[in-house]
């Protein structure tokens, strides 16, 4: 009986809790070493807390469609799973799982869904978030942190270290970031208050506004969405525009020190109002180029694009 009991916490934490469909629920484990803890949920609406315990907590109510939760502790991983049978994926009604994850702030947290929302917030050491139509809250998030949805948007605070945020039709709000960052957008807006020196920005048709602090690098490119932007270039920089059809404009809010290399190629113009250089028309065909330089020209400034507009200041 004793050998029993001795083995009693290792069985608790190494099996699925059966649950029925759209019951309440309350269960918590110790994370006893756990590194990482692995959520998955298809449609619904998911909060993950990190907190400085060391108890992993689910409490609300499963999706109605639901054949119980999966949370249980396996090697260095703690997965918690609503589990969807296969042939019910499709006729789904208008309500799913309302979740409330509370963690260790110090784990690495990974969520997959499809229809769910997600919001996150206070961990330290990495996130990543995966969902298809739902939208994703983050807030105080550190390391490396990975943010992507399909039709769903994102909407991020205080986030730090290495950022990379993707959204195809939905739109992207960034405040507060810090570190370096990857943003990515189709269709979807971008819009972006960073202390981030490092920042990418892609987007297909879909417009980017970045209101950005002291740059070391900055490449940004899009086909007919427009890019305006604000930042201060540091010495030794880059900030590299390209588009089809898209504006670009820049505002440096310092005295930048760069060496600009400006070029349209089918038409649009080029604005410079940093200097008193004008851009040259091709003798041949519709293309324009602007070279000059401010201060010692320690940084580099090039701007491409086919038939939209260029203008610095």
Do not use: C
Not at 18 to 24: N, S
Not at 191 to 209: C, H, L, P, R
Request: hydrophobic share 35%; glycine share 10%.
């Amino acid at each position: 009986m004793g050998n029993l009991r001795s083995y009693l916490p290792l069985i608790l934490l190494t099996t699925a809790i059966p649950t029925l469909a759209g019951e309440k629920i309350d269960e918590s484990m110790s994370l006893n070493g756990a590194k990482s803890v692995i959520i998955e949920n298809l449609r619904g609406e998911v909060k993950v807390m990190g907190n400085d315990g060391d108890t992993v907590s689910v409490v609300g109510e499963l999706d109605d469609k639901a054949e119980g939760l999966t949370f249980e502790k396996s090697g260095s991983r703690i997965i918690i799973k609503v589990e969807i049978p296969h042939n019910s994926h499709n006729g789904w009604g208008a309500d799913g799982s309302e979740l409330s994850i509370k963690l260790p702030k110090h784990v690495r947290v990974s969520f997959k869904g499809v229809s769910s929302n997600v919001e996150v917030e206070n961990f330290i050491n990495g996130v990543e978030i995966q969902t298809v139509s739902g939208n994703i809250e983050a807030e105080n998030l550190m390391q490396q942190v990975e943010l992507a949805t399909v039709s769903g948007n994102i909407y991020s605070k205080k986030l730090s270290g290495k950022l990379r945020l993707s959204s195809v039709s939905g739109n992207i709000e960034d405040k507060n970031s810090s570190g370096r960052a990857h943003f990515k957008t189709v269709s979807g807006s971008l819009g972006s208050k960073s202390m981030a020196n490092e920042v990418s920005a892609k987007s297909v048709s879909g417009d980017i506004d970045l209101h950005l602090a002291e740059i070391d690098e900055l490449i940004v490119s899009t086909v007919s969405g427009e890019f305006n932007s604000e930042l201060s270039l540091n010495d030794d920089g880059l900030l590299k525009m390209s588009s089809v059809s898209g504006d670009l404009q820049v505002n440096f809010k310092n005295e930048v020190q760069a060496s600009f290399s400006l070029k349209t190629n089918a038409g649009g113009d080029i604005i410079n109002r940093l200097t008193s250089a004008q851009a040259k028309r091709a003798k041949y065909g519709p293309s324009s180029k602007l070279s000059f330089e401010t201060g010692n020209g320690s940084s580099s400034v090039r701007a491409s694009t086919v038939s939209g507009s260029i203008v610095v200041k």
